[in-house]
C-alpha cells in the first residue's frame, strides 16, 4: 500500500523550502526595484499555502518511507517543484505560455538548460535570478538538498536517495546519509564561492558572478546574457569557466576524499576519473586540429574554443563561447558523443555517465577474452571492486532504454518537421541534460522557441527521466510496482 500520508507530509515540507527560495528572489527584485516584485510575493504566498495544505494532508504520518513510496516521492517532488517553478514568469508575464513557463521551469531544475526566451537580457533581475536558482538547486538533487539540511523531513532518505542519486553505483563517505549529504552540499556550496569570486576577479560584475558560478558549478547552463559568456570576450573567463565546469563534472564523493582528506592519489587512480579525462583530452585534440586545419583559428583560440565546448557538452553544462554550429560537420559527431556520454556519477552532470563508460569497455573487453578462454570466469571489477551481475543487466537495461527514448522523441519531431540532426541532437541534448542542440534550425546559440507546445510537453518529461536516469520515473507504470506487495 502507498503511503500517502508520509509523501503529502514531505512534498509539504519541500514546498516550503521553494518558497524560501522565492523569498531570496524577492529581496533581489526589491533590491533593484524592479516590476517583479508582486510576481514572486504572490508565487510565494501560493507555494506556501500549497505546502501548508500537503502538511495539513500529510498530518500523523508516520516518518518511514517504503521503496514504492521514495519513488513515488521523488519523481512527484521534481514535477511539483517545476509545476510552482512556472508561477514567477506568468505572474510577471516575461513568459505569457503555460506550456513555455512549465518547459523553462523543468529546463531550469533539471540542469537542462534549453530556453524558450529569445532575448534574456531584457528580463529583470529578479527573474534573471530564479532561472539561475532553480538550475543551483536542482542541480545536486531537490531530495538529496533536504536530506542535507533537514534529515527529519525525509523519512526513509536511504531510499531516497538511492532513487535520486545519479550513476549505477551510489556511493556514501559516512555511515550516516544527512552527514554525506552535508560534505557533499559543503563541497558544492565552496566550488560555488570559489567560482563566483574567480568570476568576480576577471571583470564580472556581483550580480553576474552570482548568477554565472550557480548555472557553472549546477551544470545548467542558463546565462543572464544572449551570448552566454562569449558576451565578455573574456579568455580569462572562458579558462574559469572550464575549470568550474569540469571540476563539477567530477564525482563529488572523490572530489571530497583527494582534496579534503588530500589524498591527491586516489582521483588519478580511478576509472571513471581517467576515462573521463582521457575523453576531454581526446576530444579537445581532435576539434583543436579541425578548428586549425579548416577553421583558420590560431593556436590559443582553438585551444580555448575546443577546450570550452567539449568540457560544456560533457558536463552536460551548455554554456557557449562560441557558436559550434559553423564548426564542420565532424565536429558536431563527437560534441554529439561527449555530450551523450557526459561526466562523472555523483556530479552535478547528465548523461550516461563515465563509470557506465567503463563498466560497458571492461564487459566488451571481457567478451572477447572469453572468446579465447571459454570456461575463464571474468569478473567485472571497476577500481578493484567486483560488479554485481545486477548491475551489469541495469547497465544494458538504461543503455537500451535512452536510445529507444532518443529514437522516439527523433523519430516524432522529423514528423513535426523538425530536421534530423535537430531532432536527434535535441532528443540527445533533453535526455542527457544538456540544453544546447546543433542543426540547422535550432543552433547550439539558439532558443528553442520555435518548437511546437505538443513537442515542448513531449520533451518535459524526457529531461526529467534524464535528470532521475530513467528507471525511477518509468518504474511508475509498470503493473508490478502498484501490486499491495
Not at 516584485?37 to 506556501?48: G, N, Q, R, V, Y
Not at 566550488?191 to 556581483?206: Q, R
Not at 560497458?360 to 570466469?377: D, E, G, M, S, T
Not at 551489469?392 to 523538425?418: N, P, Q
Request: hydrophobic residues 50%.
Amino acid at each position: 500500500m502507498v503511503n500517502f500520508r508520509i509523501i503529502f507530509k514531505i512534498i509539504g515540507s519541500l514546498l516550503f523550502i521553494e518558497a524560501f527560495f522565492m523569498a531570496w528572489c524577492v529581496a533581489i527584485a526589491f533590491y533593484f526595484h524592479e516590476d517583479d516584485t508582486l510576481a514572486f510575493l504572490l508565487s510565494m504566498l501560493m507555494t506556501f499555502g500549497s505546502a501548508f495544505l500537503f502538511l495539513l494532508a500529510g498530518r500523523k504520518a508516520e516518518n518511514s518511507l517504503s521503496r514504492h513510496d521514495a519513488f513515488i516521492v521523488v519523481t512527484a517532488v521534481w514535477v511539483i517543484f517545476s509545476f510552482f517553478g512556472m508561477f514567477p514568469f506568468l505572474i510577471h508575464g516575461s513568459i505569457t505560455s503555460i506550456t513555455d513557463a512549465f518547459f523553462e521551469s523543468t529546463s531550469g531544475f533539471t540542469t537542462t538548460g534549453a530556453s524558450i526566451l529569445d532575448d534574456v537580457e531584457v528580463l529583470p533581475h529578479g527573474i534573471l535570478f530564479w532561472r539561475s536558482l532553480t538550475q543551483w538547486v536542482g542541480g545536486l538533487g531537490i531530495v538529496f538538498f533536504t536530506i542535507a539540511i533537514l534529515p527529519s523531513l525525509v523519512g526513509g532518505s536511504v531510499k531516497v536517495f538511492a532513487a535520486e542519486a545519479t550513476g549505477p553505483i551510489k556511493a556514501k563517505m559516512h555511515p550516516r546519509l544527512s552527514t554525506t549529504a552535508k560534505w557533499i552540499w559543503s563541497i558544492y556550496l565552496l566550488l560555488t564561492i570559489g567560482c563566483g569570486l574567480s568570476y568576480w576577479a576577471a571583470g564580472m560584475n556581483w550580480f553576474e558572478a552570482l548568477n554565472y558560478s550557480m548555472t557553472t558549478t549546477a551544470t545548467g547552463g542558463f546565462a543572464i546574457h544572449n551570448e552566454s559568456t562569449e558576451f565578455f570576450h573574456s579568455p580569462t573567463i572562458d579558462y574559469i569557466s572550464i575549470t568550474f565546469q569540469f571540476l563539477s563534472g567530477i564525482n563529488f564523493t572523490l572530489l571530497y576524499v583527494s582534496i579534503v582528506k588530500m589524498k591527491l592519489k586516489s582521483l588519478f587512480t580511478n576509472s571513471e576519473f581517467k576515462l573521463y579525462i582521457s575523453v576531454v583530452i581526446g576530444a579537445t585534440l581532435w576539434i583543436m586540429y579541425l578548428l586549425l586545419t579548416r577553421m583558420n583559428y590560431d593556436l590559443e583560440r582553438a585551444f580555448r574554443t575546443a577546450l570550452f565546448q567539449v568540457v560544456s557538452f560533457i558536463t552536460t553544462t551548455g554554456m557557449f563561447n562560441e557558436d559550434a554550429g559553423t564548426w564542420p560537420h565532424i565536429t558536431w559527431v563527437i560534441l554529439g558523443t561527449v555530450m551523450y556520454l557526459g561526466a562523472c556519477a555523483g556530479s552535478t552532470s547528465g548523461g550516461f555517465k563515465c563509470i557506465r563508460g567503463v563498466m560497458l569497455l571492461k564487459v566488451i573487453r571481457n567478451n572477447f577474452r572469453q572468446i579465447l578462454h571459454p570456461n575463464a570466469v571474468l569478473p567485472v571489477k571497476i577500481n578493484g571492486m567486483s560488479v554485481p551481475q545486477s548491475k551489469l543487466v541495469a547497465l544494458f537495461a538504461f543503455f537500451s532504454l535512452t536510445l529507444f527514448m532518443v529514437l522516439i522523441t527523433a523519430t516524432l519531431m522529423i514528423v513535426a518537421g523538425i530536421d534530423n540532426t535537430n531532432s536527434i541532437t535535441i532528443a540527445l541534448s533533453c535526455v542527457s541534460n544538456v540544453g544546447p542542440t546543433l542543426g540547422t534550425q535550432i543552433g547550439p546559440v539558439m532558443s528553442w522557441s520555435i518548437l511546437p507546445d505538443y513537442i515542448k510537453w513531449l520533451l518535459c518529461p524526457l529531461m526529467l527521466m534524464g535528470r532521475l536516469e530513467i528507471m525511477t520515473v518509468l518504474v511508475l507504470f509498470t503493473r508490478n510496482f502498484w501490486k499491495e506487495n
